[in-house]
């Protein structure tokens, strides 16, 4: 389920409590005062058996007796009642429950889900606080207090966390336009509440609380749709989990669920933070701020000591300083006593009349280095901080009125009772208030991570400079053997054979099972090096080297005839139930020069595989220097993972050491993506190290383990893969072997040449009004969609040019999906516009959508025509003339029409 039902919920007319109460402390009286004294318009009422009057109000024994079904029932019963109650509630109309009770079972929780289920009747809990609707002044909760209404949304799973966040919004008089406590979340989850929220106008921000996340599929694809329509703002508590420390492997051992949902939340586009007030912080400065062009801050103060806290800050958390022009050191010289600093941070003095604060902050904001502004006051008896207050909205309005420019303005009026009605001022401004510089300058940080998460959003991927090729087929007779076998872990030959066969570089190895046998493979290998390595191999041991498992630098045969020997005793002693199959003998790769690196995948139970990058080598724990993302990457969100990492500061290059190839080794984090993506039975695999420098990469060692026997299937993609499977070739009379296949992000390059061969009255058909928008923005919306529910194919010439495009944007139910077809203008009438659309509709039926729908202009008689023809119903659209609606019944497989 998703949104369906959910406006019952968020938008009712008429509320039922059951379980309403006159015992004073009970939570029936509490809900039920809470409910008559919110403000609430529509119709209230109460169902208890055991009385005939609540609160002054009639109470009725029964749903079923009340005059007319409630829109939303609030229930506060013992457990055993649910399940009768609920679908007693379904039967007669209403749509929405919210579950206060707690203590709930499994087994009562599961028949709660049953007896909704036949009414799609949505449950919120149970064992939740309630719900809070402050704009319908309806207060469904036992809360201590009403939150004022305003436009942030807030949904949290500890009913506790809500009531603290509800008492710390209102002492600074911030407003909600939702409160939603989910509690244990049965049925009505994140997911549900981000796809609702997403297109909801009342909200500007969205605050989650979210202790776990369920249906991550669901919550990635939400997330990302809120994401792009407003700040969803995110904290996370557990950031320090130790469950990791019985990891087999490196990567798993660096691998964490909030590793996890780090990567998860900064693909989909949200801003997390540490803290109740950072939450808060971030609400008011990505509410009240215009976007920063970068992370350049100046300082305004009338206090040095500020000043320098703030600057300090700064640095702390990345920001910079802004390198004020000389033209600005100038004009504020111009303007400012003698002893002023000279410099950033601007200090005007502890005297600063309003004028000077007024005169100096125009002349920061009309800085080409200045990126934003934070400006400081600290209470003197010589200058009025009111007055001071007022002078900075009055330089804004300034900038304003000469149509300049905007740059976020934070202020920081310190104290207490001095500052308070300065405060009250900026608030009224729009403009974003702290107590302390840090608390300003963090505001300030959070805002440019928000938007560098949305312009990595709208980043065009750089395209691979080769396919990728790669043997599937062999890397799964690889795995295959091995299941077969009944061994879970590939030998590292067998590992490296896998990833050979994606195209990525690996050290050849050797297997011998016997110390001669390390003999004859080194006498091998040494013909065309001049020392190898000699490894044990055991399906017990994960790090061969904590082991004595490991010889480098072994000049001749028989110096890897007596390492083995040597190698056996020692390992034996060190670790004496470990199975012992063999050595592996390898080629001793001497790069010097090289940087050790570690790339990996691990598998995390709530959102799949994650894949790791970082510094590699034995001591890769200590360090602990790695970045995690969600597959499927592409180049560009493999590089971004690479510049997470402090290693990848030495990969830039630094004084005689030249850079290293880091697009090589980003190509190898999308093929190992590649390599995950197309084989489920893979739990993990550990590549350490990854050799990289100047000239290239190269794989020394690799471990990939499988799923045991009768082991659940592994966790899906959070993030739907790139659907491979629906590329086509087809040929056309007059237009030759085409490809028709899904959009990718990197396809963004070809809309602007397809779109200026398209004619201003067929676009106009396409987008209902003359398309005029050619940004980088609009193109990036058009090629980076969302699988799980979207789908766009493109038709390409041979050549590589854009020739057609047809789309669906499905419904969060994902029942019905609108459709769209565009075909360069110059080639209409020749069929390929038919021929996409039956690869969409293929699609739609695979996928399980009950129909495609979609608008057109009444005077677009050729799209009309093929909707006929391809058994689309086409009906007047009740209002406007102007459009006619065209409906295919999916479930339908009628022949076309003649």
């Keep these: 389920m998703t949104i369906r ?187 549900d509440l981000l796809d609702y929220l997403a297109a909801d106008r009342s909200s500007r921000a969205i605050l989650l ?145 309003a004028a000077r604060y007024e005169a100096a902050l125009s002349i920061l904001l009309n800085d080409p280095n200045t990126d934003a502004v934070l400006v400081m006051n600290c209470p003197t008896a010589l200058a009025p901080s009111d007055l001071a207050a007022q002078a900075v909205i009055k330089a804004i309005e300034g900038q304003k009125a000469l149509g300049l420019p905007l740059k976020p303005v934070l202020t920081n009026w310190l104290g207490a009772r001095a500052a308070d009605s300065s405060r009250q001022l900026f608030m009224r401004a729009d403009l974003p208030g702290f107590s302390t510089p840090e608390e300003a300058v963090t505001g300030f940080m959070q805002l440019i991570r928000y938007e560098a998460g949305q312009k990595q959003l709208m980043e065009t991927p750089t395209a691979l400079p080769l396919k990728m090729n790669f ?92 390492a083995a020997w040597s190698m056996l005793t020692e390992v034996k002693r060190n670790c004496p139930g470990a199975r012992i199959t063999g050595f592996a003998v390898e080629p001793m790769i001497d790069k010097r020069e090289a940087y050790e690196l570690i790339i990996g995948m691990s598998e995390d ?52 050491r030249p850079p290293a190839r880091t697009d090589d080794v980003a190509e190898i984090l999308v093929r190992v993506s590649s390599l995950v993506a197309n084989h489920p039975e893979i739990r993990e695999i550990d590549i350490n190290p990854v050799l990289t420098d100047h000239l290239g990469c190269i794989a020394l060692d690799a471990r990939i383990g499988l799923q045991e026997a009768h082991a659940p299937a592994r966790t899906p993609f959070a993030v739907r893969p790139y659907p491979e499977k629906w590329r086509r070739k087809i040929i056309m009379p007059e237009l030759g072997t085409l490809t028709m296949r899904p959009v990718l992000p990197e396809d963004e390059p070809l809309y602007q040449p397809f779109f200026s061969r398209m004619t201003a009255e067929d676009l106009r058909m396409r987008f209902f009004a003359p398309s005029k928008d050619r940004s980088h923005k609009f193109f990036a919306r058009l090629t980076q969609i969302d699988y799980a529910r979207e789908m766009a194919f493109v038709a390409l010439a041979s050549s590589g040019e854009l020739l057609g495009v047809v789309r669906l944007v499905a419904d969060p139910d994902y029942k019905s999906a609108e459709f769209a077809v565009l075909v360069r203008s110059d080639l209409k009438g020749r069929g390929l516009g038919w021929q996409m659309m039956q690869l969409l509709i293929e699609y739609a039926r695979a996928e399980g959508l009950a129909e495609l729908t979609g608008d057109v202009l009444s005077q677009n008689s050729t799209m009309l025509s093929m909707c006929r023809t391809l058994g689309f119903r086409i009906d007047l659209v009740p209002g406007d003339a102007s459009i006619r609606r065209a409906t295919l019944d999916l479930r339908k497989r009628a022949g076309l029409a003649a």
Aim: aromatic fraction near 4%; glycine fraction near 10%; proline fraction near 6%.
């Design 5 to 191: 039902n959910l406006d019952a919920l968020l938008e009712p007319g008429s509320v039922a409590l059951i379980g309403a109460s006159d015992t004073p402390g009970s939570i029936g009286a509490i809900v039920a005062k809470n409910l008559l004294t919110g403000g609430f318009k529509g119709n209230v009422s109460f169902v208890n058996p055991r009385h005939d009057e609540v609160a002054g109000r009639p109470c009725f024994p029964s749903a079923a007796a009340l005059p007319a079904p409630a829109d939303l029932a609030i229930i506060a019963t013992p457990p055993e009642t649910l399940p009768g109650l609920i679908s007693e509630l379904g039967g007669s109309g209403t749509r929405a429950c919210v579950i206060i009770t707690a203590g709930i079972s499994p087994e009562i929780r599961q028949q709660c889900l049953e007896a909704a289920k036949p009414t799609c009747l949505r449950l919120l809990g149970p064992n939740c606080l309630g719900l809070i609707l402050p704009s319908l002044g309806l207060n469904g909760s036992f809360a201590h207090l009403m939150p004022r209404s305003g436009d942030l949304a807030l949904i949290s799973q500890s009913g506790a966390l809500v009531t603290a966040m509800i008492d710390w919004a209102a002492a600074r008089e911030i407003g909600f336009s939702h409160v939603v406590s989910l509690g244990d979340m049965a049925d009505v989850d994140f997911g």
């Design 209 to 353: 609380y979210a202790e776990q996340i369920t249906h991550a599929p669901k919550f990635m694809s939400a997330a990302r749709r809120a994401a792009r329509t407003k700040p969803v703002i995110v904290l996370k508590p557990g950031r320090h989990s130790t469950s990791a420390a019985a990891a087999r492997s490196h990567t798993g051992a660096l691998s964490g669920s909030d590793s996890a949902y780090n990567a998860a939340f900064k693909r989909a586009g949200l801003l997390r933070v540490g803290t109740l007030e950072e939450m808060f912080f971030a609400a008011e400065v990505l509410h009240f701020s215009p976007k920063a062009s970068g992370r350049r801050l100046a300082i305004l103060t009338n206090g040095g000591g500020a000043g320098v806290l703030a600057a300090d800050r700064l640095a702390d958390l990345g920001g910079d300083l802004a390198p004020l022009s000389p033209q600005t050191l100038a004009s504020l010289s111009a303007v400012l006593p003698q002893s002023w600093s000279g410099g950033n941070p601007v200090d005007i003095i502890g005297d600063a009349p």
């Design 471 to 562: 043997d599937a087929n062999a890397a799964q007779t690889i795995i295959n053997k091995t299941l077969e076998a009944g061994r879970t872990l590939l030998t590292e030959a067998e590992a490296k054979d896998v990833l050979r066969a994606y195209g990525i570089p690996v050290a050849e190895t050797i297997n011998a099972k016997t110390p001669d046998g390390a003999f004859a493979a080194a006498t091998e290998i040494l013909t065309a090096t001049k020392a190898c390595v000699l490894k044990i191999v055991s399906p017990d041991i994960s790090h061969k080297s904590d082991v004595g498992g490991v010889r480098l630098g072994l000049r001749t045969a028989d110096e890897a005839r007596e």
């Design 605 to 656: 139970k709530t959102f799949g595989p994650v894949i790791l990058f970082g510094a590699g080598g034995t001591s890769v724990e200590v360090v602990k220097d790695t970045a995690h993302a969600l597959p499927p990457l592409n180049l560009k969100l493999a590089q971004e993972m690479i510049a997470e990492t402090r290693v990848s500061r030495l990969l830039a290059g630094f004084r005689n």
